[in-house]
Protein backbone atom coordinates (compact mmCIF):
# COMPACT_ATOMS: atom_id res chain seq x y z
CA UNK A 1 0.00 0.00 0.00
CA UNK A 2 1.77 3.44 -1.60
CA UNK A 3 1.49 6.20 -3.25
CA UNK A 4 0.49 6.00 -7.31
CA UNK A 5 4.59 6.93 -8.22
CA UNK A 6 6.51 4.36 -6.15
CA UNK A 7 3.34 1.64 -7.30
CA UNK A 8 3.43 1.89 -11.10
CA UNK A 9 6.31 4.76 -12.52
CA UNK A 10 9.47 3.84 -10.93
CA UNK A 11 9.43 0.10 -9.55
CA UNK A 12 11.75 -1.42 -12.48
CA UNK A 13 13.91 1.72 -12.00
CA UNK A 14 14.60 1.21 -7.97
CA UNK A 15 14.74 -2.78 -8.73
CA UNK A 16 17.94 -1.82 -11.00
CA UNK A 17 19.57 0.76 -9.06
CA UNK A 18 19.35 -1.82 -6.25
CA UNK A 19 20.77 -4.48 -8.40
CA UNK A 20 23.60 -2.42 -9.75
CA UNK A 21 24.41 -0.71 -6.05
CA UNK A 22 24.51 -4.22 -4.91
CA UNK A 23 26.82 -5.17 -7.65
CA UNK A 24 29.13 -2.45 -7.13
CA UNK A 25 28.98 -2.99 -3.69
CA UNK A 26 27.49 0.36 -2.01
CA UNK A 27 26.39 0.33 0.89
CA UNK A 28 22.29 1.46 2.08
CA UNK A 29 23.91 4.68 3.59
CA UNK A 30 25.88 6.02 0.78
CA UNK A 31 23.01 6.04 -1.03
CA UNK A 32 21.02 8.02 1.80
CA UNK A 33 23.92 10.28 1.86
CA UNK A 34 23.55 10.89 -2.07
CA UNK A 35 19.55 11.17 -1.81
CA UNK A 36 19.84 13.40 1.29
CA UNK A 37 22.20 15.65 -1.26
CA UNK A 38 19.54 15.70 -3.84
CA UNK A 39 17.25 16.98 -1.57
CA UNK A 40 19.36 19.55 -0.41
CA UNK A 41 19.68 20.62 -4.53
CA UNK A 42 16.25 20.01 -5.13
CA UNK A 43 15.31 22.58 -2.43
CA UNK A 44 17.66 25.45 -3.49
CA UNK A 45 16.87 24.43 -6.85
CA UNK A 46 12.97 25.64 -5.98
CA UNK A 47 13.46 28.50 -3.63
CA UNK A 48 15.84 29.80 -6.50
CA UNK A 49 12.45 29.58 -9.15
CA UNK A 50 14.76 26.79 -11.29
CA UNK A 51 11.38 24.51 -10.84
CA UNK A 52 12.34 21.81 -14.36
CA UNK A 53 15.71 21.55 -12.50
CA UNK A 54 14.33 20.96 -8.83
CA UNK A 55 11.80 18.01 -9.68
CA UNK A 56 13.99 16.54 -12.16
CA UNK A 57 16.47 16.44 -9.50
CA UNK A 58 13.55 15.39 -6.57
CA UNK A 59 12.49 12.68 -8.88
CA UNK A 60 15.78 11.33 -8.88
CA UNK A 61 16.01 11.36 -4.93
CA UNK A 62 12.62 9.86 -4.41
CA UNK A 63 13.58 7.56 -6.49
CA UNK A 64 16.60 6.58 -4.27
CA UNK A 65 14.32 6.56 -1.26
CA UNK A 66 13.03 3.81 -2.40
CA UNK A 67 15.98 2.00 -3.15
CA UNK A 68 18.44 2.35 0.32
CA UNK A 69 15.60 0.52 2.10
CA UNK A 70 15.13 -2.17 -0.37
CA UNK A 71 19.20 -2.74 -0.56
CA UNK A 72 19.17 -2.65 3.05
CA UNK A 73 16.93 -5.82 3.06
CA UNK A 74 18.24 -7.34 0.35
CA UNK A 75 22.09 -7.41 1.54
CA UNK A 76 20.97 -7.58 4.94
CA UNK A 77 23.10 -4.38 6.21
CA UNK A 78 20.04 -2.47 7.73
CA UNK A 79 21.55 -0.11 10.61
CA UNK A 80 19.71 2.20 13.36
CA UNK A 81 21.84 5.06 11.89
CA UNK A 82 20.45 4.22 8.41
CA UNK A 83 16.72 3.84 9.53
CA UNK A 84 17.07 7.35 11.54
CA UNK A 85 18.61 9.29 8.68
CA UNK A 86 16.44 8.06 6.24
CA UNK A 87 13.30 8.42 8.29
CA UNK A 88 14.29 12.44 9.64
CA UNK A 89 14.81 12.95 6.26
CA UNK A 90 11.67 11.78 5.07
CA UNK A 91 9.81 13.73 8.03
CA UNK A 92 11.48 16.76 7.52
CA UNK A 93 11.67 17.68 4.02
CA UNK A 94 8.39 17.63 2.74
CA UNK A 95 7.50 21.36 4.39
CA UNK A 96 10.74 22.82 3.25
CA UNK A 97 10.31 21.48 -0.24
CA UNK A 98 6.81 23.33 -0.41
CA UNK A 99 7.92 26.28 1.22
CA UNK A 100 10.75 26.79 -0.89
CA UNK A 101 8.87 26.15 -3.89
CA UNK A 102 6.49 28.96 -2.85
CA UNK A 103 9.10 32.09 -2.36
CA UNK A 104 10.42 30.20 -5.92
CA UNK A 105 7.09 31.84 -7.66
CA UNK A 106 8.22 34.92 -6.93
CA UNK A 107 11.53 34.65 -8.95
CA UNK A 108 10.40 32.59 -11.52
CA UNK A 109 7.64 35.74 -12.26
CA UNK A 110 4.14 34.18 -10.74
CA UNK A 111 4.89 35.67 -7.08
CA UNK A 112 1.98 34.39 -4.44
CA UNK A 113 -0.01 37.70 -2.94
CA UNK A 114 1.62 37.95 0.64
CA UNK A 115 -1.59 36.50 2.78
CA UNK A 116 -1.85 33.75 0.07
CA UNK A 117 1.78 32.77 0.98
CA UNK A 118 1.48 32.38 4.47
CA UNK A 119 -2.25 30.11 3.91
CA UNK A 120 -0.87 28.01 1.71
CA UNK A 121 2.31 27.36 4.61
CA UNK A 122 -0.23 27.13 7.79
CA UNK A 123 -2.46 24.76 5.46
CA UNK A 124 0.51 22.95 4.18
CA UNK A 125 2.24 22.56 7.69
CA UNK A 126 -0.88 22.03 9.65
CA UNK A 127 -2.08 19.27 7.38
CA UNK A 128 1.26 17.69 7.10
CA UNK A 129 1.55 17.09 10.97
CA UNK A 130 -1.90 16.57 11.64
CA UNK A 131 -2.15 13.97 9.20
CA UNK A 132 0.86 12.22 10.74
CA UNK A 133 -0.31 12.18 14.02
CA UNK A 134 -3.73 10.69 12.52
CA UNK A 135 -2.07 8.19 11.25
CA UNK A 136 -0.27 7.48 14.47
CA UNK A 137 -2.95 7.43 16.54
CA UNK A 138 -5.10 5.13 14.30
CA UNK A 139 -2.22 2.31 14.42
CA UNK A 140 -2.04 3.11 18.67
CA UNK A 141 -5.51 2.93 19.20
CA UNK A 142 -6.61 0.11 16.34
CA UNK A 143 -3.40 -2.12 15.89
CA UNK A 144 -3.13 -1.22 11.51
CA UNK A 145 -2.00 1.69 9.90
CA UNK A 146 -4.96 3.86 8.62
CA UNK A 147 -4.28 3.11 5.39
CA UNK A 148 -5.04 -0.69 5.30
CA UNK A 149 -8.22 -0.65 7.41
CA UNK A 150 -10.61 -1.03 4.42
CA UNK A 151 -10.32 -0.73 0.41
CA UNK A 152 -11.28 3.21 0.34
CA UNK A 153 -8.08 3.79 2.47
CA UNK A 154 -5.61 1.58 1.06
CA UNK A 155 -6.89 3.45 -2.62
CA UNK A 156 -7.02 6.66 -1.29
CA UNK A 157 -2.92 6.24 0.07
CA UNK A 158 -2.51 5.89 -3.95
CA UNK A 159 -3.39 9.96 -3.92
CA UNK A 160 -3.59 11.66 -0.35
CA UNK A 161 -1.53 14.77 0.47
CA UNK A 162 1.86 13.44 0.76
CA UNK A 163 5.25 13.85 -1.01
CA UNK A 164 5.09 12.05 -4.05
CA UNK A 165 1.12 12.88 -5.30
CA UNK A 166 2.28 16.56 -3.90
CA UNK A 167 4.76 16.24 -6.55
CA UNK A 168 2.70 15.22 -9.54
CA UNK A 169 0.16 18.32 -8.43
CA UNK A 170 3.26 20.63 -8.92
CA UNK A 171 4.65 18.92 -12.17
CA UNK A 172 1.08 19.55 -13.56
CA UNK A 173 0.81 23.69 -12.70
CA UNK A 174 4.11 23.77 -13.63
CA UNK A 175 3.58 22.43 -17.59
CA UNK A 176 0.86 24.98 -17.70
CA UNK A 177 3.45 27.89 -16.87
CA UNK A 178 1.90 28.14 -13.38
CA UNK A 179 3.59 27.02 -10.36
CA UNK A 180 1.57 29.36 -8.07
CA UNK A 181 -1.19 27.45 -9.33
CA UNK A 182 0.49 23.90 -8.25
CA UNK A 183 1.02 24.56 -4.79
CA UNK A 184 -2.09 26.47 -4.25
CA UNK A 185 -3.48 23.09 -5.57
CA UNK A 186 -1.45 21.07 -2.84
CA UNK A 187 -2.16 23.43 -0.29
CA UNK A 188 -6.06 22.75 -0.90
CA UNK A 189 -5.72 19.30 -1.85
CA UNK A 190 -3.69 19.16 1.60
CA UNK A 191 -6.90 20.21 3.65
CA UNK A 192 -9.10 18.16 2.01
CA UNK A 193 -6.90 15.01 2.63
CA UNK A 194 -6.61 15.80 6.28
CA UNK A 195 -10.51 15.90 5.77
CA UNK A 196 -11.14 12.54 4.94
CA UNK A 197 -8.72 11.36 7.12
CA UNK A 198 -10.55 12.84 10.24
CA UNK A 199 -14.12 11.29 8.84
CA UNK A 200 -11.98 8.28 8.53
CA UNK A 201 -10.65 8.07 12.05
CA UNK A 202 -14.16 8.97 13.85
CA UNK A 203 -15.71 6.33 11.45
CA UNK A 204 -13.31 3.69 12.81
CA UNK A 205 -13.47 4.86 17.14
CA UNK A 206 -17.92 3.93 16.12
CA UNK A 207 -16.76 1.15 13.99
CA UNK A 208 -14.77 0.04 17.10
CA UNK A 209 -17.44 -0.38 19.29
CA UNK A 210 -19.16 -3.06 17.12
CA UNK A 211 -16.04 -5.23 18.24
CA UNK A 212 -12.14 -5.09 17.13
CA UNK A 213 -11.19 -3.64 13.87
CA UNK A 214 -9.69 -6.07 10.79
CA UNK A 215 -7.59 -4.79 7.69
CA UNK A 216 -9.16 -6.13 4.42
CA UNK A 217 -5.71 -6.95 3.32
CA UNK A 218 -6.32 -9.73 6.38
Known amino acids: ?6 KYLWPRWALAL ?3 AARWGISPNQITALGTILCIVATVAFWHGWFWTGLATGLFFMV ?3 VDGKLARCTITSSALG ?6 IDLVHPPIWWWAWAAGCAVYGRPLADDVFWAVMAAM ?4 VAQRLIEGAFIVRFGMHIHVWERFDSDFRLVTARRNPNMVILFAGLLIGRPDWGIVAVAIWTILSLVVHLVRLGQAMSARRHGPLRS ?3
Do not use: I
Open 1 to 6: VTDLLT
Open 18 to 20: TRL
Open 216 to 218: WLA
Open 64 to 66: LDT
Open 125 to 128: LVGY
Open 83 to 88: NAWDHG
